[in-house]
T-cell receptor, first 112, second 117 residues
Framework: KNQVEQSPQSLIILEGKNCTLQ??????????LRWYKQDTGRGPVSLTI?????NTKSNGRYTATLDADTKQSSLHITASQLSDSASYIC???????????FGKGTHLIIQP | DAGITQSPRHKVTETGTPVTLRCHQT?????MYWYRQDPGHGLRLIHY???????DKGEVSDGYSVSRSKTEDFLLTLESATSSQTSVYFC????????????????FGPGTRLTVT
């Protein structure tokens, strides 16, 4: 069964600090891996999409890495801001319109 | 929210009543999806559509039906709502053709919070 595991489940850090969120997956075949940010009460918004051949992708202060050999990805947030408080969801695609497996997300709280 | 609206945004209904949720897009994406999001679970696919009148079941389709009579609208119907269908429902779209490429990035709507009492 395809699975996406994220860690930690929740994380609290101080504003200005860096943090790294983890995603391990067992999805096969692999098409691409996505990171989404979901603010409370809103729909998820895409941060990055990485294919098999990409091992790093940045979007502002967000940097995602992918190791397709070990089936691991991380999302690094630099110089956190209060607005980074949200849930971050890792999604792995096996291809096709219905081939997405969602992780349960990491709930990140940035404290002033 | 990438030209996606959902209605209603909030609804409280009683067990056994029919409920229809609407998703409307202005982006001309080919694919439309309905997901539910519950605490302790990732987003789970209910149904999806790959064109007008073309739909298929997802992981948790029991108790739900869908219809897509126009490219821009995708309806989710709970024929007889149950308390287990209390959830937040998200519509998503993907598959917009840009030049010669079909892009599969998903864009999500704002969600509908449904409570079945």
């Amino acid at each position: 069964k395809n699975q996406v595991e994220q860690s930690p489940q929740s994380l609290i850090i101080l504003e200005g600090k860096n943090c790294t969120l983890q995603c391990n997956y067992t999805v096969s075949p692999f098409s691409n891996l996505r990171w989404y940010k979901q603010d409370t009460g809103r729909g998820p918004v895409s941060l990055t999409i990485m294919t098999f051949s990409e091992n790093t992708k940045s979007n502002g202060r967000y940097t995602a890495t992918l190791d397709a050999d070990t089936k691991q990805s991380s999302l690094h947030i630099t110089a956190s801001q209060l607005s980074d408080s949200a849930s971050y969801i890792c999604v792995v695609s096996a291809g096709g319109a219905d081939g997405l497996t969602f992780g349960k997300g990491t709930h990140l709280i940035i404290q002033p | 929210d990438a030209g996606i609206t959902q209605s209603p945004r909030h609804k409280v209904t009683e067990t056994g009543t029919p409920v229809t949720l609407r998703c409307h897009q202005t982006e001309n994406h080919r694919y439309m999806y309905w997901y539910r999001q519950d605490p302790g679970h990732g987003l789970r696919l209910i149904h999806y559509s790959y064109g007008v009148k073309d739909t298929d079941k997802g992981e948790v389709s029991d108790g739900y039906s869908v219809s897509r009579s126009k490219t821009e609208d995708f309806l989710l119907t709970l024929e007889s709502a149950t308390s287990s269908q209390t959830s937040v429902y998200f519509c998503a779209i993907s598959g917009k053709r840009t030049g010669g490429t079909l892009l599969y990035e998903q864009y999500f709507g704002p969600g509908t919070r449904l409570t079945v009492t």
